[in-house]
């Protein structure tokens, strides 16, 4: 592919350079942040050559081109606009800025919670098969080897608070050690460990006197609770942050570690640490009491809702909720509701891929739905559901009879961060329980984006009113130069040269040669055979690559694009395949002239600089439709 010209095509969508904040990239995605998101047009975006999907999330424009790609695109990218590299942190702290409260805190649990994935599916994993092999050795549980090993198993869990600390204060900007102190802090010791005292007697819970006396705290360490942690150590940073700004620093050294763990410790113990973590209690109790809701009724609803919630990107919370259902419960039985939602949307997508006889959205859709297959959804939802909305709903219901199976029979895995065929290593004492939710996912899901969806109606699917003219025109045409390409005429009417076009961009030509028509019918065909590769919404303009590679664009009458769409109908879509002769659109020419617009229909040749000459061939008067008007001879090899 053209790597400068896909980067080109992305700066103009975007509404130019003008509009970039900033822009990085990833293994797979262009990540850019843009001033005004009203100036971008996602579906010329999606057209691009190359692109597998565009969707927002966190505040950035994210465009998928794929691992190998994306890197080509973006260094001609950066050529092009003149802006600086940045880092993909640098975007996202770009990015933040834009966010409201809500999403800004909702990001901030992401950042947190996502780089202790490794930590817990490593553990995870192994205590996920060592249940599945004493299963089926029983006795190797009385094995040395196996005790060592569980003990690995369990301990991202039985000090999830320390990496939770540790994590928190990377993303609050506070100090990574003193950050481990506050988790050590909440699971120290000579605290009592909060998994023994389930069957205690209250009056046997040592207690310490808090406030000068004023009231009494539990001794109880804080295992099995991650939101106290999280507000613990962003109290430390702020507090951190603050101290180093007011205090010397030849004394800075000392003061500032001193007086953030003391206060830090101390307001954790006896004022977060109690108060959130009962807050904290409620929130996973509500969880459970919805997945628990009878005939499996709450996984329904959370396998619906799944998908539409990372659309609007807050699925990053259920990170700590799943750490916490982990490390309260042992077991997460959130996963597996959204492997319902994650599998319905490919299968989904699947569908589409079958079925569509579009090859660009068959080529996105079918890697797009084994994305999903495997746990990873954006380009399935962004890339291709969402634009047909019909299969993101198909997906919305598969993942719903899922998370049915899921609820019914509470369904568990052993950490988070996998989801998909992966998850299958975490649920090894319900794997049997968990394919048949993917089974029944998917099932409903294909079945129902398949019978829903249809490609978009094209001419060929459309009877052509007033013309009984088709492509067979086309091989009246004359052949005029060896080396060159005839254009027929889009409409019939009478013919003009451009010059005459009562616009002074089209009639200047900075657009392209080309010529014009002052129509007769409201019909406009295709004037070769080639690929739409622009629509604008409001179906007053469309623009054609034609199969030797030259780009046309047709725009009914001057201004009209301040009719918003009204008297336009569109007959094809972006990225449709057309022949010579077969509908585009059809324009509504006395709402047009009402509405105090001219209808002059300029035809453009808009790459016309890589030709030798465009020759206007239609004598100035009447035409039809398909005789030739343009004659565009090609450059000296």
């Known amino acids: 592919m053209d790597y400068g010209k896909a980067a080109k095509e992305v700066c103009d969508h975007i509404g130019g350079r003008e509009n970039i904040i900033s822009a990085a990239h990833c293994a797979t995605r262009l990540r850019l942040v843009i001033a005004d998101n009203k100036k971008c047009s996602k579906e010329a975006l999606e057209n691009i050559d190359g692109v597998k999907g565009v969707f927002e999330a966190a505040g950035q424009l994210q465009i998928i081109f794929g691992t190998g790609t994306v890197n080509k695109v973006y260094d001609e990218f950066v050529k092009l606009t003149g802006i600086s590299e940045a880092s993909k942190d640098e975007v996202k702290q770009a990015a933040a800025k834009k966010q409201n409260p809500f999403k800004r805190a909702i990001k901030t649990l992401g950042d947190i919670f996502v780089p202790i994935i490794p930590a817990i599916v490593a553990s995870g994993l192994l205590m996920g098969l060592l249940e599945g092999l004493a299963n089926v050795w029983p006795s190797m549980t009385e094995s040395g080897t196996y005790t060592i090993i569980h003990l690995f198993s369990n301990a991202a869990f039985v000090f999830l608070p320390i990496l939770i600390a540790i994590s928190a204060a990377r993303t609050f900007g506070g100090n990574l050690f003193l950050g481990a102190v506050i988790g050590m802090i909440m699971i120290h010791t000579d605290l009592l460990n909060a998994w023994s005292v389930a069957g205690m007697d209250p009056a046997d819970i040592p207690t310490a006197s808090a406030w000068f006396g004023l009231y009494d705290i539990n001794l109880v360490g804080y295992q099995g609770h991650v939101i106290p942690v999280v507000i613990a150590v962003w109290l430390m940073s702020a507090l951190e942050k603050k101290l180093h700004k007011i ?76 750490a916490g259902l982990l490390s309260s419960t042992g077991l997460n039985t959130w996963m597996p509701l959204a492997t319902a939602a994650n599998v319905g949307q490919g299968a989904a997508a699947l569908a589409l891929a079958l079925k569509t006889r579009n090859k660009k959205t068959k080529s996105i859709a079918l890697p797009a739905s084994l994305s999903a297959f495997l746990g990873i959804t954006e380009p399935a939802i962004f890339g291709v559901n969402i634009r047909y909305m019909k299969p993101f709903i198909a997906g919305c219901i598969g993942g719903a009879c899922g998370g049915l199976v899921a609820g019914l029979f509470k369904v568990g895995a052993t950490a988070y961060g996998i989801t998909g065929i992966f998850g299958f290593l975490i649920t090894t004492d319900y794997a049997f329980q968990y394919a048949l939710v993917m089974l029944v996912s998917f099932a409903a899901a294909f079945i129902v984006s398949w019978i829903l969806y249809h490609d978009p109606k094209t001419a060929t699917d459309v009877p052509v009113p007033e013309t009984g003219h088709t492509e067979e025109k086309t091989a009246a045409l004359p052949k005029g130069n060896p080396a060159s390409t005839i254009v027929g005429s889009p409409m019939e009417g009478r013919s003009i040269p451009l010059s005459e076009v009562p616009d002074d961009t089209f009639a200047s030509g900075v657009l392209g ?101 465009v020759v206007m061939t239609a004598k100035p008067g009447d035409i039809s439709f398909m005789d030739p008007i343009l004659e565009v001879e090609k450059a000296n090899e």
């Open 247 to 322: 205090v010397p620093e030849i004394i800075d050294l000392f003061v500032t570690p001193l007086v953030t763990v003391l206060v830090t410790g101390y307001l954790t113990l006896t004022v977060i640490g109690p108060v959130f973590s009962t807050i904290e209690n409620y929130v996973l109790a509500g969880a459970q009491a919805l997945i628990a809701v009878p005939f499996g009724i709450g996984g329904c609803l959370i396998g619906a809702a799944y998908a539409p919630t990372v659309v609007a990107g807050v699925h990053h919370m259920y990170n700590a909720l799943e």
């Open 513 to 613: 040669k080309g010529m014009a028509v002052i129509p007769e019918s409201g019909n406009i065909v295709s004037p070769v055979n080639g690929t739409v590769t622009v629509l604008f919404d409001t179906g007053h303009a469309i623009g054609i690559t034609s199969e030797d590679g030259m780009d046309l664009l047709i725009h009914v009458g001057i201004n009209t694009v301040e009719l918003k769409g009204a008297p336009f109908t569109a007959h094809v879509s972006q990225g449709d395949t057309v022949k010579a002769g077969q509908l585009l659109l059809t324009a509504d020419l006395e709402q047009i002239r009402q509405a105090g617009y001219d209808t002059t229909t300029p035809v453009i040749i808009t790459n016309s600089d890589s030709y030798k000459q």
